[in-house]
């Protein structure tokens, strides 16, 4: 008898990415991505354009793989949002996927969850997941523990849209005449989006602000890679420092971790190289001398196939929380408390 199907499911500002496996067979899935995100409106991720978009990707899958027809185990949703906008799907997606595709328990889960269990699998350790956005978790398997993650207007401190923002605000600086510009900074603000006086109007009316933000961050890099300026060097120190606070903050202390801490950094961000990652991990050998660096087995959608494997099997060890892990039935009873009864107290974050 073959092993039962799952279904990992990531969903992010660029699209949906579905993959098709059998239970502990990640590596043999069958992928699908679409370039549709899924909309976010007043109330939160859309559950009704999730299901218009995933259930034909899965059904493809299933006929492509010679299934048609049968039936999904387990389904893992890691969506960017769902902590925090994620109660529509928290409210229909469980049934929804129950009735279209037989799915018996279903996980939705934090993108930052998916991108940890992609990393490091179901291990302790602490996770940084930075891109336009910055967020960092980590566990000791019976709690998480956030850092960040709240958005480019209150924090994801040091992540491409605060690069970015900064570099605009020197650019700015060395328009005016003040203190802490940077003329070259200044030149590729101009070339690359405007003139100083278009700034505002390119920016405050976006619904996509942070992506506008983040896109400059490469030009900051650039201007201290290539063009040694030191005001754009300064940015990037200063955002290696705000993602190690983060990534201590995230790590389970030493007494939980006697053999260290182990910390993986993932995302577009760190394709900035050295001139970022040298002081960040200066800053987090000094702030969490029991962090060790590890690179990431896989990517967040590789997590979500293998927690609907680990769901699929009875065999999850990653703690449950309200917003950033949530197992349910196929009738849509929350699997919370009992997993909480299993794993032992896990405070909210």
């Known amino acids: ?41 007043p109330d939160g991720i859309d559950a009704g354009h999730m299901r218009e978009v995933l259930l034909p990707m899965a059904r493809t899958l299933l006929e492509e793989a010679g299934r048609g027809g049968a039936t999904v185990s387990a389904v893992v949703i ?10 529509g799907l928290r409210a229909e997606m469980p049934r929804a996927l129950a009735a279209a595709l037989g799915a018996r328990t279903v996980g939705l889960a934090a993108d930052a969850v998916t991108a940890y269990a992609g990393a490091l699998g179901q291990a ?39 690069i970015g923002r900064t570099g605009l605000e020197a650019a700015l600086r060395a328009h005016d005449g003040r203190r802490g510009g ?15 006086q278009e700034m505002p109007a390119l920016l405050y009316p ?24 030191a005001v754009a060097e300064g940015i990037l120190a200063r ?19 006697p053999d260290g801490c182990r910390v993986s950094l993932t995302g577009g961000l760190f ?6 990652l040298v002081p960040l991990r200066a800053e987090l050998a000094r702030l969490a001398p029991h962090a060790v660096e590890t690179p990431a087995d896989g990517d967040p959608l590789a ?13 999850l060890r990653l703690p449950a929380h309200p917003t950033m892990l949530r197992v349910y039935d196929g009738s849509g009873r929350s699997l919370q408390s009992a997993h909480r009864r299993q794993q032992g107290t896990n405070p909210g974050i």
Do not use: K, N, Y
């Not at 940077?182 to 100083?196: C, D, E, F, H, N």
């Not at 955002?239 to 971790?257: K, Y």
């Open 1 to 41: 008898m073959s092993a039962p199907l799952v279904l990992g499911v990531d969903s992010g500002g660029s699209g949906l990415r579905v993959a098709l496996a059998e239970a502990g067979t990640a590596g043999a899935a069958e992928i699908l991505a679409g370039r549709q995100p899924v909309r976010t409106g």
């Open 78 to 87: 890691g969506a960017a949002g769902m902590a925090t906008l994620g109660d």
């Open 124 to 162: 302790p350790g602490a996770v940084v997941a930075a891109g336009t956005g910055m967020i960092a978790v980590g566990t000791d398997l019976t709690a998480w523990r956030r850092a960040d993650g709240w958005g480019h207007l209150l924090g994801d401190c040091g992540s491409g849209a605060w």
């Open 182 to 196: 940077s003329g070259a900074l200044l030149a590729r603000m101009t070339a690359v989006l405007g003139p100083p």
């Open 206 to 229: 976006r619904t996509d602000r942070p992506a506008v933000l983040a896109s400059f961050a490469p030009e900051v890099a650039a201007c201290a890679a290539r063009d040694g300026d």
């Open 239 to 257: 955002a290696a420092v705000a993602i190690a606070e983060s990534a201590a903050a995230a790590c389970p202390p030493a007494a939980a971790a």
């Open 271 to 276: 394709g900035i190289g050295d001139p970022l």
């Open 303 to 315: 997590g979500a196939l293998g927690l609907a494997g680990a769901l699929a099997t009875g065999s």
